[in-house]
Nanobody
């Protein structure tokens, strides 16, 4: 079992910045993926950014150049720096964790990000 605890999020005006963090604890496999998905009402959960323990990263096209995912040297915490936020970035953001080669298995509690003037 892996437990994920998120922090960050909140309300920001368009063009502003926010950061999210997520810490994992429990039985953590060495080769893993941590990252962020987001979801708005009536829509499927969407991958935003993921980063493997080997430092490979992937972003959804809509956030490339604006969001940056990083992991601390111990690899059990993942961050998402979100710049130039737009109203369409408004969503509940979920941290995820899974073993490489698998699919998202563990989820954080979700944190609301609202971009509005």
């Amino acid at each position: 079992q892996v437990q994920l605890v998120e922090s960050g999020g909140g309300l920001v005006e368009p063009g502003g910045s926010l950061s999210l963090s997520c810490s994992a604890s429990g039985s953590i496999p060495g080769d893993n993926v941590m990252g962020w998905y987001r979801q708005t009402p009536g829509k499927e959960r969407e991958m935003v950014a993921i980063k493997t323990s080997g430092a490979w990263t992937k972003y959804v096209d809509s956030v490339k150049g604006r969001f940056t995912i990083s992991r601390e040297s111990g690899w059990n915490t993942v961050y998402l720096q979100m710049n130039s936020l737009q109203p369409e970035d408004t969503a509940v953001y979920y941290c995820t964790f899974y073993a490489i080669g698998g699919a998202p298995q563990y989820w954080g509690q979700g944190t609301q990000v609202t971009v509005s003037s």
